[in-house]
């Protein structure tokens, strides 16, 4: 899987739109890029997963530019609930294949 | 669809006791699951690959003999920690491998596990 960067922690306040976005420089063509939620003292829940261009589901929205070297999860409109890591990953299989979880980026929406 | 449980959720345990760790697939069969094991405020770290019917594969560094992993039916894999100390303790979460109309694995919730 290829390498990702993220920032480690964020802070927003309730009701804005935050943005995280991943970098992964060595991504590969048949690559994808999935984003997963943890919260506290649970397993991680698949949030959104795209190939390129703009993905969109009822919980978040994924941008990915041409170059595909990056990639931004957006979270319209948080709440104290989105308080949680939220990890990239990139990979050719995410279901049959072992996953290498990065640092992740630890958001924190103040009230 | 796709749930994934893990019993119990959490558990307490003297020094030197073994400690299982039950990962079910519910509503569907997975012929691999995964365990990771996770350290406050860290990462997931992937421990082993558990297939369904053969040993299961360690990840550098994890012992074999202490992490005793058994998949013995495609919805069920466990996870014994024998002779557990207090280093041992940890957050362990499993991951099965989805049908394959879903490029994604699903989680289980995780077993905090307290070595005393």
């Known amino acids: 899987l290829a390498k990702t960067t993220q920032p480690i922690s964020m802070d927003s306040y309730e009701g804005q739109e935050v943005n995280i976005t991943c970098s992964h420089n060595n991504i590969a063509t048949n690559d994808y890029i999935t984003w997963y939620q943890q919260f506290p003292s649970q397993g991680p829940r698949f949030i959104i997963q795209?190939?390129?261009t703009k993905v969109t589901n009822e919980v978040a929205s994924l941008f990915i530019p041409a170059d595909r070297k990056s990639s931004t999860l957006s979270l319209p409109r948080v709440s104290l609930s989105d308080t949680a890591v939220y990890y990239c990953l990139v990979g050719v299989s995410f279901g049959n294949e072992k996953l290498t979880f990065g640092t992740g980026t630890r958001l924190t929406i103040i009230p | 669809g796709a749930v994934v449980s893990q019993h119990p959720s959490r558990v307490i345990c003297k020094s030197g006791t073994s400690v299982k760790i039950e990962c079910r697939s519910l509503?569907?069969?997975?012929?691999?699951m995964f365990w990771y094991r996770q350290f406050p405020k860290k990462s997931l770290m992937l421990m082993a690959t558990s297939n369904e019917g053969s040993k299961a594969t360690y990840e550098q560094g994890v012992e074999k003999d202490k992490f005793l992993i058994n998949h013995a039916s495609l919805t069920l894999s466990t996870l014994t920690v024998t002779s557990a100390h207090p280093e041992d303790s940890s957050f362990y979460i499993c991951?099965?491998?989805?049908?394959?109309?879903?490029?994604?694995?699903?989680f289980g919730p995780g077993t905090r596990l307290t070595v005393l």
């Open positions: 509503d569907f069969q997975a012929t691999t």
């Open positions: 991951s099965a491998s989805a049908p394959p109309s879903y490029n994604e694995q699903f």
């Open positions: 795209g190939y390129k």
